[in-house]
């Protein structure tokens, strides 16, 4: 069989999400709309690449260029995201595609190519021990999830709803932005432009939903999810200064679980965390198992892995003066940077 790669043009974004929709192992992160949402809200440059033979698509990889001066220039398996990575037909066609990969990182002059797998693919390559995914199945009825739940975690849950919060659905993101900067701006980190959270709604339709809580009136706590196939994944999400009291976070993730039941999926993926983190132990109460992720480098101009994390040392003073900061200077500044963090 004769293999033959090439850079997706515009002309093929049809082929490339009908190859996508039958791969068992494709994700949320597979479909062309996030090429089209990283280039308008971005401007990075994605070249996608697919592998062909007898004219028909065989291999897929999505592939992102983020040059930045701050903090790396590299090619991404994909940015903004949690998954990524060569989607094939063949252990053949993957490994055409890495290399055609590591070709195009050499010719661009990166400092390292990423590739954010699940599942371990190249045990000789550079890899971190950093982030945790959490994905589990759910019965179809809410009394089977509530008892699933840890039993403190269950008592926490049962507590939020009595607080007389209910839950709406959101057609835009103004309500889900501001409860969403002011998280980050807790958490010190750079926040997206809103018009990048626009773009995905906009891109995803129902596949993107925003779910906002409220209580007397005023939202508390929101949430963007994805859905593909029978999967929900909370996103990006949010939530106000009350939250903490009425137990708001409690709240929305239950009702999303029971929400997404409803729409008939079966699988409720936390999304990533870093080992060692709030979020990472919220998980896990909620009775979740982290399940490592297995992101793999191919170092081009660089000799040593890249180390973006927030718990790298360097970066503790910046993230102690960026909480300090008025939420409204973090949603100026922090799109500047969040655009190439990846």
Not at 175 to 196: E, M
Not at 197 to 226: R, W, Y
Not at 306 to 323: C, E, H, M, T, V
Request: overall charge neutral.
């Amino acid at each position: 069989m004769s293999l033959t790669v090439r850079e997706l043009e515009s002309s093929d974004y049809a082929r490339w999400d009908a190859f996508v929709a039958e791969q068992e192992t494709a994700t949320f992160f597979h479909r062309i709309g996030w090429k089209r949402v990283i280039e308008k809200a971005f401007g990075h440059r994605c070249p996608y690449l697919y592998v062909e033979a007898d004219g028909e698509i065989v291999g897929v990889l999505p592939l992102v260029h983020v040059n930045s001066r701050l903090f790396a220039n590299a090619l991404i398996s994909t940015p903004f995201c949690v998954y990524g990575g060569a989607l094939a037909c063949s252990a053949d066609v993957s490994e055409t595609l890495y290399a055609a990969a590591r070709e195009r990182g050499e010719n661009l002059g990166v400092d390292y190519a990423e590739f954010r797998e699940r599942d371990a693919r190249h045990p000789d390559w550079p890899r971190k021990d950093l982030y945790y995914t959490f994905r589990k199945t759910l019965a179809d009825n809410d009394d089977e999830n509530l008892q699933a739940i840890p039993r403190k975690q269950r008592a926490v849950v049962r507590k939020a709803l009595k607080n007389g919060m209910t839950v709406e659905f959101d057609a835009d993101v103004d309500r889900f932005y501001p409860l969403y900067a002011l998280t980050l701006r807790n958490l010190g980190t750079p926040i997206f432009a809103k018009r990048f959270l626009t773009l995905l709604k906009e891109e995803f339709g129902d596949d993107c939903e925003i779910m906002t809580i409220v209580h007397d009136n005023q939202p508390v706590a929101s949430v963007l999810s994805f859905y593909f196939r029978d999967e929900v994944l909370p996103y990006y999400a949010g939530a106000g200064e009350s939250a903490r009291d009425l137990k708001a976070n409690d709240f929305m993730y239950w009702a999303l679980m029971s929400h997404a039941v409803e729409k008939g999926m079966r699988i409720f993926d936390f999304g990533r965390s870093k080992k060692g983190t709030g979020p990472f132990q919220f998980k896990r109460h909620w009775g979740f198992e982290p399940e490592p992720l297995n992101y793999e480098y191919v170092l081009i101009g660089d000799e040593q892995m890249p180390d973006l994390s927030p718990a790298n040392p360097r970066y503790q003073r910046k993230i102690r003066l960026w909480q300090k900061l008025p939420v409204a200077v973090t949603r100026v500044i922090g799109p500047v940077l969040a655009r190439n963090l990846g």
